[in-house]
């Protein structure tokens, strides 16, 4: 299986790459920047690099990128800096899921392929309808007005739900929502629950960037993940003894 990564520099992606290419998976990512990864990535055979900017590709040049392609993951997200949160491009998630989709629906025909965004807990699944308080509701809302990667990682899996929906005989797609990320060395237990089980704003729980790497590759790899999963926002949390 072929999995074509967007965002596969930043903290998350560098991990869902690497857990990929351990399960002898062919790997294709987009990088803006080249040479950013470690030597197990850069001298893996299964690893190829697209030095490129998905805003900057033309329609026919994303197309011949996801030929071939059996799963796609997105781990973007925006630069903690003023620039990056502030500045252009302001729907940068929506718009690559968006682009990568249409290329998907323009080329592949027959099996569906595999589509796993990587998105927060504090985004709501509006097809379960999940209850939130009102406190959280009034912060959401600021949120929405005042930080523009929120409203984008909104609109980024409304797009999955609403705009290629559960029928797509295309496209078959999971949002993973983990809550606030820090840094571990090692898969440790965690989890999965459809929807959030705390607060993510007043008792947010905790997920190791490298648990969502593991569970992202669980969905392209595993059969049974896949079919647990695939239509749904899964919320991920690391267990707690």
Known sequence: MTTLVVGATGATGRLLVEQLLQRGEQVKAIVRTPDSFNDFITGHEGFSEIQASVHDLTDAEIQQHVTGCDA???????????????GKPRLLVTDTVRHLCEAIQATHAGKPVRFVLMNTAGNSNR???????????????????LVPPHPDNEKAA????????????????????????LNEDDVSEYELHPSPTRSAIFNAGQTSRINVGHFMAELVTNEETWNQWKGQMPVIYNKVE
């Open 127 to 145: 097809d379960l309808k999940e209850p939130i308080s009102l406190a959280q509701k009034c912060v959401i809302g600021l949120l929405r007005l």
């Open 158 to 181: 409304d797009y999955l739900r609403t705009k290629i929906g559960h029928n797509s005989e295309t496209i078959e797609w999971a949002v993973v929502r983990p809550d606030s990320l």
């Open 72 to 86: 796609f993951a997105s781990c973007l997200g925006h630069q903690l800096s003023l620039k990056g949160i502030f």
